[in-house]
Each structure stands twice: as structure tokens, then as C-alpha cells.
């Protein structure tokens, strides 16, 4: 099963309570409730007038709007962005908003808006296409202001020409709004995608995010009002008939203690339903069930990602769009109880208060607002809090996002690790030595800054020799953000020992679901015995995405090493995630995942008939067609095998994973110098990566290039000394060479990354040589 495969959850059922009457009265069931329903936002504004007003003026009331003159902020007189790949014109016609640009068939059309996109600081447009899609235009209005830089046209992909039938053309699926975007610029999105007949039938209570996208449905919430409601608790506990409980908790403020500058949480503090709600779209994740369910928690009804590489820089600040949710939990105010609502007014969605006034709530404005403190003069833009502890990244082109971590700059970081820091913006030259002098200050002070997750995942990314130890100390320390730990634990797969898969198996313990998760995806690293028995305990997990996660993984494990009170749980966890694939069936990935799991109980025609659905969807989906690939390689057709892959090495050339099945397939054909060519390309395309490498050089070996193989090999090892692949190749390429020190090195060193694994130690016997570690005395 490959990394890529798809692990996603279906939405968990709702719990609600009844309580009885009064003790004389006889206990009679009450009818069944019936589902709330949704009202629409001016239905709020009746009795919540100033939240409405404040709504009604904010990015949410403004997110889709119908094209009209009133919500149109581009200039359509002109010529509009003109692009080589792209020729659009923009024109209006009859009230109209339009334009003519570079169509899905390559040919130059006329399209009309629909509706806008957003207002600031950019507007996008919606064009309607057959199938009940709607695609978001790949070019914008820069709504700033002149002097900004804005009132023009631009290219949201500036220099890529990018043509049609490539997904990130704005008619392919990466502009599709029904999948990528609607959910969260909508109230009550129904995504409504038919499969039979490959259409969208997509609805909406109201188009843009209202009141009841974070409340939920108000009927039950307006009977209470009117005083009609049932005597039973609604949903959420609050009494009020709202499905979600987003009001603070009563007497609870910030307060300073007189000791401190930050200001203390008094009273019993907020739950996180706040966080939970706004992470729905404030995430990056992938949607796991629909219709979606009001006041459950995120990871039952999304996955989000955690701080992986190529999404968020080694030290956790924001790199490709992520939003705020996963850098906000990496902050002291996420574990200090502070929630949205404390910075942003919720309604509106502006700060509390303007400028550094925001933070002075609880950061008392003599000590912190201070040349002492920032080292900037007094009402510049670099002694604005968010210049350091917030820094910005351009987003769409023109939209500088802050990074929610509300972290301390670390110019030292950057300098040994290549992550940015908040000081180089406008300090280029002088970096190197703020940061001496700011590391200078940090050791000699009594309070330095909490101790650092960055140096842990470049150990584990880069393969050191120290990446088991390190990340397995990410994962215990409690003082670190549960997100960093989930994610040491996660990238803990390749490295585990038994000196670390105690590490995993508390993570499999942990209140926080994000190290259940991490531990659910990583057992089948586990070894074996002890893996399942990790996995089976998170069955009956209360988040449904770890309890499926636990069941992708038991899926492949013969049912004989399952105990038999796993087999009902089990099948629940499968059910959930089959059907959370089928909320996302109008994606390639979604149909790829179930093929797999066809594969892998040997249900080859369900298999083919999900991938054959994969190719309809998304002819450019690259693991479709290695899966193909395999299907036919395990029904002995190496002949239909190679056609698929061809396919696929037409579609990208540059696909590592691609030319390793290749030069596996000119192996099983007796093809080796082309394998060697293959398997060479693969290694070199993939140079962080052991395994091709070491494929690349067993091929050589068996070609009779053992002293280029052990080369190749030599400098894998010295890239990656963690990684215990090239170590156990070199040692048996060594042996079958003739160099009996040279694997006897290899396998020392292998020993040294595992000194309690028997395989090592025996490895090392065989080589004429006693160990030099001594073995642990756990057993797996």
C-alpha cells in the first residue's frame, strides 16, 4: 500500500439526551425530534441586530455573490489580463460580466460571470460549465487600493503557461468550486455530486458563509426563542437550541495577576468548539463525510494535514496554503486557552481593537510595546507586534496571509536549518549578526524560549544518524504542541526500533486525537505483533478519523493474528471509511483508495472497475495507472502492465515512482541493462528517497557492477547515515563481492542504528565478527 493512499473518515453520529418529566409522570417516549433546518441570515437579524450589522459588512457575508453591478469589482471596460496561454478579454454585455479566453478545448470562447469570489484582497469569478460545475476564473481583480499596487488585472499563475487538460488549468479540477472551494464560501453546502451521470447537482441555503455555517441550522434555536421548544437539551447543552456551543463560559476573563505582564485566564476555561469550528475551513484538510454535522469534532468530520514538508517550513511556520489552524496550535496562546473570538471580533471578523491594541489585552503595553522590548522606534511598521511574531507569506499573489504561530523570530534557525525568520525581510545583511547577539541574550537569560521540534524533523527528513532519537523525544515531550508531536510520530514510520515504538504506543494513549491519529498510521511500522494490538485499541476510538485509520491498517492483516473481538469494530472502521471515499467519489484519489483495498483482499475486478472510474474522472491521476500496472503484474499480464505504464511515463516523465515500476518490470523480463537505465533514472529523480537507490543497485550487482553499486550505496549512506536500507544492501553486496571488512563496516553500523534488532546482530555473526552493541533486553 502506498504512502499516497487516501486515509479518510466518514462524519459520526450525532449524540443528543432526553430527560424524563417530573417524577410522577409516567415515562412516555417522546416523538422523535425532528432535524433542524436552516433559516437563512437575515432570520438572525431580527433579534440579533448588532450582529448583524457586523456580519453583514464582513469577508463571510461577501465571500460568493451573485455578478451584479453592486458586487462586481473588476473593471470589465478595459482589456482585461491578457495572458499568451491564456487570451482572455474581459467585456460587458447587456448588464453583463463576461469574458473570452482560452477554453478546455484550447479554442478561445466567449464565458459569462456567474458569480463573484471574494472581495479582498482580490475578487475571483465563478463561470457556470456543463455538469452543474462551476470553475473559478485563473486570473483576478486586485481590489487593494491604487497606491497598493492594486485597481488592475493579474495572473494567479504568473509565468506558467499551463495548458488545457492539465488540472491547474482554470477549467480543470483544480478550479473546480464544487470540490475545492464551496464548502467553505457557502452556508449548508450540498456538493450533490451524481456519479452515475458524472454531473454536480450542488445547493446551498445561502451562497454565502452566514450565521448558520458556525451556528447550525436555527429552527430549533428560533422555537426556543418563541418559546416553543422541547424540554429536552438541544445538541450542543447550551439550552438554547443551537447545534453548537460557541459562547464563552460564564465569569471567565483575562485578567493580570499584578506579577505578570500576560494576563491569566480567570473562571473555567473556554472549550475548544470554537477552534473545532473555524478549523473546518480555516485548515488545510480533505473533506471526510457529507452532509456535514454541527459541534462534532474536526478530526470526525475532516482530516487535516499536520506540519509536513512542502506545506509548512521544518520549524513550523506556514509555507503553501495552509490557513491558521495548524500554525495556531503550535502557539503559547493556543495552550493558554486563547481562542478567535479573543482577537477577532467574530461577527465582523476584524481585530478587537486596531494595531498593537489587539495584543495589549493581555500584554500590558509598558513592557512589551517598549523600544526595550521590539528594538524599533516607537510607531513604525517593524515595531507592529505581528512584523516579528506574525509574519506574512504572499498567497494568489497579492494576498499577504500572517502566520498564526505567534512564534519568536529565529534568525539562528535559518541560518543552520534555511527556514525564514521574521527579521530578514528587511535585515538581510545584518542576520548573521542579530542572531549572534540574539543567542547571546537567550543563554544568558533565565527564561530562555521554550526548546525548539525544528532540529528533530530535519533529522528524521534528512536521515541522520540521530532521527530516531530525536523525533522519539519530539513525541514524549508534553511541553511541545501536540501537532509538532504528531508529526515526529508520524515521521517516526521509517526509522522505529524498540528503543522507539514505546514512543508510539503512548502516542496511541495520548487525550490529544492528533497523536491517536499519528499513532493509527504509523502501526503497520509497527512490528507486527505489537501493532496490531495498538491498532485494534484504537477500533473504538471516539474520533472516527483515528478509528479508521486503526482499520485501514488492520485491513491487511490476516484475520488469524486478529483477536475475535476486533471483528465487529473492525468492520464498522472499514464501513466509515468506505463510505468517507464515496463522499469524495467525484475525485480520481477517492476511487484509487478503494481499488487498493479491492487489490488487497484479491477482489481484482472491484479493483479494476474503481480504477477504470479513476481514469474517467482524472486521465492525469499518475497512480491510477501504476495501479493498474500492479493489478495486472499480480494476474501475470506483464504485457498489459507495461502498456499502463508507458501511459504513465507519457504523462510524467519525471515521475520517480514511475520509471522504478519500469525498471521492475524490465526485470521480471529478463531486461536488465534497460532495468539498470530505468532504475538509474528512478534513483536519480528521487535522491532523498533509499529505496530506488537501493533497487538501482542490486540491479547493478546482478549485472555484474558490484564495485559501482557499493558506490552508489556509499554515498546514500553518507547522505542518509539513519537510514538502515543502504546498510543492509551494502553489507550483502559487500559479502557476495569478496570484501568482507567492507560489510563488516556496513553491518557495525547497522547495528549501531539497531542494537536491539536480532537481524542486525545476526547479520554481523555471520560476517565472522561479535557485536559490538549489546542487544536490549525487550522483546518485540
Excluded at 524498540?498 to 508510539?504: A, E, K, N, Q
Excluded at 557476495?736 to 546482530?761: K, T
Aim: hydrophobic letters at 40%; proline letters at 7%.
Amino acid at each position: 500500500m502506498r504512502g499516497w493512499v487516501l486515509v479518510a473518515t466518514a462524519l459520526a453520529a450525532g449524540m443528543a439526551c432526553s430527560r424524563s418529566g417530573e417524577k410522577t409522570a409516567p415515562r412516555v417516549a417522546p416523538p422523535p425530534a425532528k432535524p433542524a433546518t436552516f433559516l437563512g441570515s437575515e432570520a438572525c437579524g431580527g433579534c440579533h441586530p448588532e450582529e448583524f450589522a457586523r456580519w453583514r459588512a464582513s469577508h463571510h457575508a461577501l465571500a460568493m455573490q451573485p455578478a451584479s453591478e453592486t458586487t462586481v469589482l473588476g473593471d470589465f471596460t478595459g482589456d482585461g489580463p491578457a495572458r499568451s496561454d491564456m487570451h482572455a478579454r474581459v467585456f460587458r454585455r447587456d448588464g453583463r460580466f463576461g469574458f473570452s479566453a482560452e477554453g478546455a478545448d484550447g479554442a478561445v470562447h466567449d464565458f459569462e460571470i456567474a458569480y463573484t469570489f471574494g472581495v479582498d484582497p482580490l475578487q475571483q469569478y465563478l463561470v457556470p460549465f456543463s455538469g452543474g460545475r462551476l470553475q473559478a476564473t485563473g486570473f483576478a481583480w486586485d481590489a487593494r487600493r491604487r497606491g497598493q499596487g492594486g485597481q488592475r488585472w493579474f495572473d494567479l499563475h504568473p509565468g506558467d503557461k499551463i495548458p488545457p487538460g492539465d488540472p491547474l488549468h482554470w477549467t480543470g479540477p483544480a478550479g473546480a468550486w464544487n470540490f475545492q472551494c464551496a464548502e467553505c464560501h457557502s452556508t449548508d453546502l450540498q456538493k450533490g455530486w451524481q456519479a452515475a451521470e458524472s454531473r454536480y447537482e450542488t445547493s446551498w441555503s445561502e451562497v454565502s458563509v452566514g450565521c448558520e455555517a458556525c451556528h447550525g441550522p436555527g429552527s430549533a434555536h428560533r422555537l426556543w426563542a418563541e418559546g416553543k421548544g422541547s424540554t429536552g437539551a438541544p445538541p450542543s447543552g447550551a439550552g438554547d437550541g443551537l447545534e453548537v456551543a460557541l459562547r464563552g463560559k460564564r465569569g471567565a476573563r483575562w485578567s493580570f495577576d499584578g506579577q505578570s505582564p500576560i494576563a491569566k485566564r480567570v473562571g473555567e476555561p473556554d472549550s475548544r468548539a470554537e477552534l473545532e469550528a473555524c478549523g473546518r475551513c480555516h485548515s488545510r484538510r480533505a473533506v471526510l463525510a457529507e452532509p456535514y454535522r454541527y459541534g462534532r469534532p474536526l478530526l470526525d468530520t475532516h482530516l487535516p494535514s499536520l506540519l509536513e514538508s512542502g506545506l509548512y517550513f521544518d520549524d513550523g511556520q506556514i509555507r503553501d496554503e495552509v490557513y491558521e489552524w495548524g500554525s495556531f496550535l503550535q502557539s503559547r496562546m493556543y495552550v493558554a486557552g486563547v481562542t478567535c473570538s479573543d482577537c477577532h471580533e467574530p461577527h465582523s471578523g476584524k481585530l478587537r481593537a486596531p494595531g498593537n491594541a489587539t495584543c495589549a489585552q493581555c500584554h500590558q503595553p509598558a513592557h512589551y510595546d517598549s523600544v526595550a522590548h521590539h528594538h524599533h522606534a516607537v510607531g513604525s511598521a517593524a515595531a507592529n507586534c505581528v512584523s516579528c511574531h506574525m509574519p506574512t507569506r504572499l498567497y494568489m499573489v497579492v494576498h499577504a496571509r500572517h502566520d498564526h504561530s505567534l512564534r519568536l523570530p529565529r534568525p539562528d534557525l535559518s541560518m543552520r536549518l534555511g527556514t525564514p525568520n521574521a527579521c530578514q525581510g528587511c535585515h538581510t545583511e545584518r542576520t548573521a549578526q542579530w542572531a549572534t547577539e540574539a543567542i547571546g541574550r537567550w543563554r544568558g537569560s533565565a527564561t530562555p524560549p521554550r526548546a525548539h521540534f525544528a532540529e528533530a524533523l530535519v533529522a528524521g527528513r534528512q536521515g541522520r544518524a540521530d532521527a530516531e532519537e530525536r523525533l522519539a523525544a519530539l513525541a514524549d515531550d508534553a511541553s511541545q504542541p501536540a501537532i509538532a508531536r504528531a508529526t515526529a510520530v508520524r515521521e517516526l514510520a521509517p526509522w522505529l526500533t524498540l528503543r522507539s515504538i514505546p514512543s508510539v504506543e503512548r502516542a496511541a494513549r495520548d487525550e490529544d486525537p492528533l497523536l491517536r491519529l499519528a499513532a493509527a498510521e504509523v502501526a503497520q511500522a509497527v512490528a507486527p505483533d505489537r501493532g496490531v494490538v495498538l491498532a485494534t485499541s484504537l477500533l473504538r476510538d471516539p474520533v472516527r478519523a483515528v478509528r479508521i485509520a486503526a482499520g485501514r491498517f488492520l485491513a491487511a492483516v490476516p484475520p488469524a493474528l486478529l483477536p475475535p473481538s476486533a471483528a465487529r469494530p473492525l468492520a464498522d472502521a472499514l464501513a466509515e471509511w468506505e463510505a468517507s471515499q464515496r463522499a469524495n467519489d467525484d475525485r480520481p484519489e477517492a476511487h484509487v483508495s478503494l481499488g487498493a483495498l479491492h487489490a488487497q483482499r484479491g477482489e481484482n475486478e472491484a479493483a479494476r472497475q474503481e480504477y477504470e472510474s479513476a481514469l474517467r474522472l482524472g486521465p492525469w491521476f499518475v497512480p491510477t495507472y501504476l495501479d493498474l500496472a500492479d493489478l495486472e503484474r499480480s494476474e501475470g499480464r506483464d504485457d498489459r502492465a507495461g502498456e499502463w505504464l508507458e501511459k504513465a511515463l507519457a504523462l510524467a516523465p519525471d515521475n520517480p515512482d514511475v520509471h522504478l515500476a519500469i525498471g521492475l518490470l524490465r526485470v521480471r523480463e529478463g531486461r536488465l541493462e534497460d532495468a539498470v537505465h530505468a532504475l538509474r533514472r528512478a534513483a536519480r529523480l528521487a535522491p532523498e528517497d533509499a529505496h530506488p537507490t537501493v533497487v538501482y543497485a542490486m540491479a547493478l550487482q546482478s549485472q555484474g557492477h558490484a564495485s559501482e553499486a557499493m558506490a552508489a550505496l556509499d554515498a546514500l549512506h553518507r547522505r542518509r547515515p539513519g537510514d538502515r536500507e543502504p546498510l543492509l544492501a551494502l553489507a550483502t553486496i559487500a559479502r557476495e563481492a569478496g570484501e568482507p571488512g567492507r560489510a563488516r563496516a556496513a553491518a557495525q553500523d547497522l547495528l549501531a542504528l539497531e542494537p536491539d534488532e536480532p537481524g542486525a546482530e545476526n547479520l554481523v555473526r555471520e560476517l565472522g565478527e561479535t557485536p559490538s552493541a549489546e542487544p536490549d533486553d525487550r522483546t518485540r
